[in-house]
């Protein structure tokens, strides 16, 4: 079994790490890093957004737009966490943009909290493909765009090479049903994600009928929860991780030969070389979005003509070319980080990068399903079905 010494910052991205409390959730909420903001003055834009956003130098995107950026990073990705910043904390007062889970505007914006974006003063809104730009977590059921798709990625799951030595696309049988992998197998704690990616293999399976893996009836999520106590009482499953260090620490110890992980920890365990793949699948991929929403006080204050720069520099070659990079994440408008590369002489590994970023998102978009849907119409019975298969 390869075993691997990897140290691991503890800032590294939380984009999914769910909140369990209200006195974590007030923790959070009352924190003066968020709440004692101002809001932007000048050519300065203040941004609230999960820290997957987030770039690590923004000089490059700074000088495209000829903006400042104040980023406070949002740690929490638990849509009612998101929801009580905006509405109960009023954080639009202080904000200008806020940079976070899709979906989110369906319920904010019908408050009047948000404004419907309709690509206004954004050159490249036109840019972003009709997939993406009408995905579900940017705009409502009744066609209110509320949020700008900013950066997306389509979840599968890493694996090692020397051991799972099969050709790509891979089932996600190998995941959840593989007699090599047995006992081998890590599962990310949460429902959101693991409880989708098996019901899109219990659909694909055909065994079970299962309209949408990510809206699930409470009957379906049922079917789904039993299928995965089956494989647990198999032994499939070695150990189920709930933050980026633990995820990259089980293929580093040498307790799992397969994962779904994020793919950046995938990116990390290669850069210290270990051997693993972030999968290409048969039956599908967990896809996500982050979007921007305006605040409606951005109107009243009349800067909406400093955030409609900033929108475009999200969707623009500086951002796009260093999210690639950094992350392995594309932007709504990825293939302005390939130009913006070439113009300016990126190095090459950097350009060969953005190229296969390019690719692979192509690639795993033009797959019907399935997006990640943080409100499912059941799911207080979700979670149910997901506690009683992490509890058999």
């Known amino acids: 079994m390869t075993r691997l010494s990897v140290t691991i910052s503890r800032a590294a991205p939380t984009r999914r790490r769910i909140l369990k409390t209200s006195a974590a959730l007030a923790g959070l909420i009352a924190a003066?890093?968020?709440?004692?903001?101002?809001?932007?003055?000048?050519?300065?834009?203040?941004?609230?957004?999960?820290?997957?956003?987030?770039?690590?130098?923004?000089?490059?995107?700074?000088?495209?737009?000829?903006?400042?950026?104040?980023?406070?990073p949002y740690g929490g990705a638990d849509p009612g966490a998101d929801?009580?910043?905006i509405i109960a904390n009023s954080a639009g007062d202080r904000y200008d943009l806020f940079i976070m889970g899709g979906g989110l505007g369906n319920d904010v914006?019908?408050?009047?909290?948000f404004i419907p974006l309709t690509g206004e003063d954004?050159?490249?809104?036109?840019?972003?493909?009709?997939y993406v730009?009408?995905?579900?977590?940017?705009?409502?059921?009744?066609g209110t765009q509320w949020g700008?798709?900013?950066?997306?990625?389509?979840?599968?799951?890493?694996?090692?090479?020397?051991?799972?030595?099969?050709?790509?696309?891979?089932?996600?049988?190998?995941?959840?049903?593989?007699?090599?992998?047995?006992?081998?197998?890590?599962?990310?704690?949460?429902?959101?994600?693991?409880f989708t990616q098996a019901a899109l293999y219990v659909k694909a399976k055909g065994e079970t009928p299962i309209n949408d893996p990510s809206n699930m009836s409470p009957e379906e999520a049922k079917a789904v929860a039993d299928f995965l106590i089956a494989r647990k009482r198999a032994g499939q499953f070695r150990a189920m991780w709930t933050t980026w260090e633990e995820s990259i620490d089980l293929f580093a110890r040498g307790e799992v030969i397969i994962c779904n992980v994020?793919?950046?920890?995938?990116?990390?365990?290669?850069?210290?070389?270990?051997?693993?793949?972030?999968?290409?699948?048969?039956?599908?991929?967990?896809?996500?979005?982050?979007?921007?929403?305006?605040?409606?006080?951005?109107?009243?204050?009349?800067?909406?003509?400093?955030?409609?720069?900033?929108?475009?520099?999200?969707?623009?070659?500086?951002?796009?070319?260093?999210m690639a990079v950094?992350?392995?994440?594309?932007?709504?408008?990825?293939?302005?980080?390939?130009?913006?590369?070439?113009?300016?002489?990126?190095?090459?590994?950097?350009?060969?990068?953005?190229?296969?970023?390019?690719?692979?998102?192509?690639?795993?978009?033009?797959?019907?399903?399935?997006w990640a849907n943080g409100a499912p119409s059941h799911r207080q019975a979700l979670e149910a079905e997901f506690d009683r298969f992490r509890s058999a």
């Open 32 to 72: 003066p890093a968020i709440i004692g903001r101002a809001a932007a003055q000048g050519d300065t834009v203040r941004i609230l957004g999960l820290a997957t956003a987030q770039l690590d130098d923004w000089s490059a995107f700074e000088k495209e737009t000829g903006l400042k950026v104040d980023f406070t």
């Open 83 to 85: 929801r009580q910043e």
């Open 109 to 113: 914006g019908p408050l009047g909290l």
């Open 122 to 130: 954004i050159p490249s809104w036109s840019s972003v493909p009709d």
């Open 133 to 142: 730009m009408k995905s579900p977590l940017a705009r409502g059921p009744d």
């Open 148 to 194: 700008m798709p900013v950066v997306m990625n389509a979840d599968s799951f890493g694996y090692l090479v020397d051991e799972i030595n099969e050709k790509e696309p891979l089932s996600w049988s190998v995941l959840f049903e593989n007699d090599k992998a047995v006992g081998r197998v890590g599962l990310e704690n949460e429902w959101a994600t693991t």
């Open 262 to 322: 994020w793919e950046p920890a995938v990116r990390e365990l290669q850069r210290k070389g270990l051997k693993i793949r972030y999968a290409y699948t048969r039956e599908g991929y967990f896809k996500w979005l982050q979007a921007a929403y305006v605040p409606s006080q951005v109107k009243k204050r009349g800067s909406y003509p400093m955030v409609a720069k900033a929108l475009e520099g999200f969707l623009g070659g500086a951002y796009a070319a260093r």
């Open 326 to 370: 950094l992350r392995g994440y594309a932007t709504a408008n990825a293939k302005a980080g390939l130009q913006y590369a070439k113009e300016n002489s990126l190095p090459t590994q950097d350009i060969e990068a953005i190229e296969a970023n390019i690719s692979k998102i192509q690639q795993k978009f033009s797959v019907p399903l399935v």
